[in-house]
């Protein structure tokens, strides 16, 4: 069984930062792309960033220059570094762990940007 369970959220001032984790454990292939997700209040989930295992990676135009994505691949970590937060970062941020096969999902972990 796989499990996601990613950490770091919380509450922050405008234009402060924050550091998700997501630490994937279980037993799943090794080649995956791993991605954060967010859904904002009464919005879908959108697209936030995602790394292949080759480590290219990929941004949501509204986070690209503020936002990093990296991994761990040897601790089957992923981390998502926020910064210059605003608050329409405000959300519910989700990990997403992508294999050939399927894809997984985290429960969540919540930013919240206000003064």
């Known amino acids: 069984q796989v499990q996601l369970v990613e950490s770091g959220g919380g509450l922050v001032q405008p234009g402060g930062s924050l550091r998700l984790s997501c630490a994937a454990s279980g037993s799943f292939y090794s080649i995956y792309t791993m991605g954060w997700y967010r859904q904002g209040p009464g919005k879908q989930r959108e697209l936030v960033a995602t790394i292949t295992s080759g480590g290219t990676t990929t941004y949501a135009d509204s986070v690209k220059g503020r936002f990093t994505i990296s991994r761990d691949s040897a601790k089957n970590t992923g981390y998502l570094q926020m910064n210059s937060l605003k608050p329409e970062d405000t959300a519910v941020y989700y990990c997403?762990?992508?294999?050939?096969?399927?894809?997984?999902w985290g429960q969540g972990t919540r930013v919240t940007v206000s003064s």
């Open positions: 997403n762990l992508q294999t050939i096969v399927r894809g997984y």
